[in-house]
Every structure is written in structure tokens, then in C-alpha cells.
């Protein structure tokens, strides 16, 4: 089914064609015809597939037909994401799909000078996308009012309350419209998404494409058992022997993401770190600059998981794994996106058996194991059983490497 059939008008597909769109995926087939129909939405779907074209897009058919002007300090449309990275890179997509129509749009983040995004909103903004704080904060300085809007969408819904924004949630929805059209994205449809989903939404039509096979990135997953102080070693030999030219790399803290880097410099490799500790005009051009190739190795600690949407991110490395499993899924998602094929490489010590095997049991299936010739583990990561809760970290059995590889 092609993007015309779906009810946009030629100045959308204009710039979809523009962007190299051809066919829409299978939550834009579902999602984009409901929201035009003006129907509330209950959604799941899987990082990299979409998600973002699928609400923005029928939004800006529906905008580009209003007919009351937009009064100042008023918005249409109001986007809450659980990042700063998030928002920007939403803000930065209704910009390329709004190219040929008279829609404007805004990112309000924290970590930047507000009175900037105060001026922006004096004349009124159609799509607002914002962030939780952020908007609270503008709401409490009577920088803008909800009485035009007629629709909002949290999108990564589950990640909002996952950071604890359940009650910064409650207090906008208070102030908005009873009747508006609601529209709610998440990675999946958990018990928690779906118990705010009665307190947010009306009657939402429910779509879930989040564990379609058809719909899945196309991400090659294996690791490395190694031991924990041999990490870092590792991930040097890997980037030089390998000549890898960009990976997105996953730790735990910010005083490890600065360490880590400090010991690749000293080893010829350049990386920079991306956590919560820098400003974020500084976190801005990072990402910039690594989506434009100047910088080929960022060392990010978990903020960076839903906010860094690159067409062309070759791989992922976890070189901690995350605590939640779901917080893997969103890592890894960062590749393999808009249909390309991406590889995702965990290291894992013994310490980490925990951790994989929750990983493994919400992904149904055993990650690929390998070794590297050299760095073979000295405590062996136990053999892993689908489905198995270790009490601890100690296991009956240990893994016999069935293929050695040399890198």
C-alpha cells in the first residue's frame, strides 16, 4: 500500500518522496487512517519502525485544514516525550514533513535558556513537543494556555513512567481539554501503559504491531563473554581489529563513561561520552556531530537509549548490560532502523548472568555466545536456560565456547 492511499495530501507525499519514503510500515498502515478518522489511540510498536511518521503525519493533514486562526500563546498540538533528545529529534521530523505546508512547531526542553521558547510561543506554536518539567514549568509562568488545543500524544509512554513522570502527567492532563483526541505510543502495552490509558483516553482504539516478525528490526544480537576488568581491552581490539567507523556504546554510569573514554584515548581511540552531566547544547552537538560522522564513538549512559535516531547507526554495544530487559530492547533498537540491518554486541561477564537471562527470557530466545581468542573469561558466564530466574549468580553448568573467533 502506497503513502498515497492513506489520505495525505500532495504536499506531505512531496516530502515523503523527498525523504526516500516508499512504502509505509505496518504501524503508519494502522495508525495513520485511525488518527484521521479522529479516533483515540492505544499503540505498541517497536523502536525503529515508524512510530513517529504514524502520528505526525495525520496530524499535519488535519492541521494543514483547520480554519479558526491560532491565538497567541496557544497551541494545537501538544507532544510529550520523556527525553530532551527525544523531543528535539521529534520536533526535527515534523519539520521535514511539514516542509511544503504553513505548520510550525517547537521543541521545549530543559537544560537550555527558556525565555527563547517562551518568545516562540507568544504568537502561538501548532505542535508543541515538550517535555514533562519543561512544560510545567511554562504552564506555572502563564507562558501558554491549552483552551485550542484539540489533541495530545505521549509518545514512549512507557519510558515516562519508567523515569517517574506519572505525577508531572497528572498535573497537565489537568489542565487540558476533556475533549481532545488522545493518542498514546509505547513499546509495548504493559499493565502499568494500560492503567494510565484509562485515566488519559476515551474509548482508544486498540493497535499492537510490537511483536510482529515481520515488523522486527533487522538486528544481528550476539556477545562476548569476558571478565569484567577485560572490557575494556576487549572493546579496543574489537574497534581496531574490526575497523569499525561508528558504534553507539552503552555503560552504566557517568563516572564510567568517562573512565571508559579516557582509556580508549589512551589506546588511539577517540570516543565522547554522553550522560545527563553536560549541558544539553552540548549534548545537542554531540549527536550532531555523530550523526554526521566527525564523531565516530560515543560512550552513552541509558538517557541516550530513546533519543538518538540515526538511519545508518551500524551497531550497538552494551558494554554494561541494563538492569530491565526492556531497557536492552530500546538499546538495541538504536540500529537496525528505517529497514537497514544493524548488530548489536553485549559483553558479558559472570557478574552480568542476571541481567541476561531476564534479557533472554523477554526476548524468547539465547543470544548468540562467542569468545575472543586471548580474552577468554577466567570466571565463566554459567550456561543459560530460557525462562530461568537464577538466585544467584552461580550456575551448575559452564559454558564450553563452541566457536572461537579471532578479531
Known sequence: MPFSKLG????????LSERAYQQPTPIQQQAIPAILAGKNLLAAAQTGTGKTASFVLPILQKLSK???PLRGKRIRVLILTPTRELAVQVEENIGHYAKHLEISSLAMVGGVDAEPQKQALIYG??????????LLDMIHQRALHFDQLDTLVLDEADRMLDMGFIDDLEKILQRL??????LLFSATLSP??????????????????????DNSPKIEQWLITVDKDKKSALLSQMIIDNNWQQALIFIQTKHGSAKLVSQLEKRGIQAEAFHSGR?????????????????QF??????????I?????????NYDLPDQADDYIHRIGRTGRAGAVGEAISFVSKDDFRNLCSIESRLGQLIERRVVEGLEPKKEVPISILNHRPKSNKGSGHYKPRNKVSH
Do not use: W
Open 279 to 295: 549541558s544539553q547544547a552540548s549534548r545537542s552537538k554531540l549527536l550532531a556531530d555523530f550523526k554526521s560522522g566527525e564523531v
Open 8 to 15: 495525505l495530501s500532495t504536499p506531505i507525499l512531496q516530502a
Open 66 to 68: 483547520a480554519q479558526t
Open 192 to 213: 502499568q501503559i494500560k492503567r494510565l490509558a484509562k485515566t488519559t483516553i476515551e474509548n482508544p482504539l486498540e493497535i499492537n504491531v510490537a511483536s510482529s516478525s
Open 298 to 307: 560515543v560512550v552513552a549512559t541509558g538517557i541516550a537509549a530513546r533519543g
Open 309 to 317: 535516531d540515526i538511519d545508518e547507526l551500524s551497531r550497538v554495544v
Open 125 to 134: 506554536v501548532d505542535i508543541l513537543v515538550a517535555t514533562p518539567g519543561r
Open 177 to 182: 481539554p476533556e475533549q481532545r483526541q488522545s
